[in-house]
């Protein structure tokens, strides 16, 4: 028995019912073919895009000629209440003097530096998991608290349970219920100067989270200031200069960034811990594997990390069925012919990781749970070239490496305390919002191993 999946869409439907159901739901609104198609087309009164499928063309526009294919501002028209000018939405000059002030901070030497925050939070979850022993547990609450506090850890050396922190993560469960991924200007081509349909509580909403992060940058600037700043995530960024101008970022422009690490660090850490944990119930024998493979954790400091292999494994196949953002939006900036098809600019290049990376030209068994693939011919050349959960290029996500320790982390600590165990009729349906979750959350049973 695979995984759960969507079910496609039939072949033919109205634009209208196309656009209804994309609100609804991203992945189910796509007809069956994309999972074999290098290309395909969509045309509306408004908009004409592509989604690339093949991985020369995933390569050209994210990997050889990321400038000529920018972030599409569409995506942008529905988060920029919350992120601002964040690294996400910005493109050109603006994002690479963003990067080049944020990437040191994820480098390897200084990610060991935030390993302990990490390991503490993940042993704080598994203390947690102690009141819900023998009951069912929806997962997807559990890992947002989980990886919400790895954030708060890591960034600000506070805890979950910390007042502003705790609020921040009330407020955004709150922000991301209520908005879809895609607003309907999404799909409008609005002059900047018309006013957005953003509703009155997500703007609200947006607000407060705002506020909340300006109270935690401003806190620490001060101890910055002062000389008395914790070395966490907040102090590298806020303390590293841009090697070309030679200044930081002022609080506005922190506020921006720290609330795409908040959206970029928990929303999608939450959704692949939770579907893990669900394929891990689904997999006994891959469960039982982790559980034993987890006595690695004894060894001291981040080198415990380089003997949870299986658990890696099992991660990056839960990225790989899952995918926590589904879709990317890219738009061509000059005329192109792909596949000999005419590209004008400004058409939008949709790249799935969720098609991709189930793709049946590509990938051996490509609906099925196979953590093993990865030692394969087939699983390497496809790690390689079709499996971008992160992105990829230049654009590639700044935290990849740090979400690639935090999940095999979390993982083999609650694995080694806890077993997973399925609920009779609870089929988990998978459904993009701001990442990909469940429609009616993962109940699973916990008992003790």
Known sequence: MNPPKPTPRPDKVSLWRYLKL???????????RLYRAWMAEFRTVFLRSYMINQPELVETVLKKRPDDFP????IAEGLRPL???????????????????IDPAFEGGRLKDTFPAMQDAAQAASDRLQQSLNQILECEEFTSHAAADVIFRTLFSVPIEHEVAAQVFTKFRAYQ????????????????????????????????????????????????AQGKAPNDLA???????DPQTGKCFDTDEMVDQVAIFFLAGHETSASALAWALYLLALYPDWQDKVAEE?????????????GL?????????????????????????????????????GAQMVISPWHLHRHERLW?????????RWHTENGKTCQRTAFIPFSAGARVCSGAGFAMVEGPLILSTLLRRYSFELVEGQTPVPVAHLTVRSKDGIRLRVVER
């Open 309 to 345: 292999k299986i658990s890696r494994d099992v991660f990056r196949e839960t990225l790989r069925l899952y995918p926590p953002v589904p879709m990317m939006v890219r738009q061509a900036t000059c005329p192109e012919v792909f596949r000999n098809r005419q590209i004008q600019p």
């Open 83 to 101: 992120l601002g000018n964040s690294v996400f939405l910005t493109n050109g000059d603006t994002w690479k003097r963003q990067r080049r002030i």
């Open 364 to 372: 051996d068994n490509p609906d099925g749970f196979d953590p093993g």
């Open 71 to 74: 972030k599409s501002n569409r």
């Open 22 to 32: 994309f609100r609804q739901d991203l992945l189910s609104a796509q007809p069956q």
């Open 177 to 224: 219920r209520r908005q879809p991924l895609l607003n309907l200007a999404a799909f409008l081509p609005l002059p900047s100067w018309m006013p957005r349909l953003h509703s009155r509580q997500t703007k609200q909403n947006a607000r407060e989270i705002r506020e909340l992060i300006e109270h935690l940058v401003s806190a620490r600037a001060a101890l910055i």
């Open 294 to 306: 987890a006595a690695a954790l004894d060894t001291p400091g981040m080198t415990a990390v380089a």
């Open 235 to 241: 102090t590298k960024i806020m303390t590293t200069p």
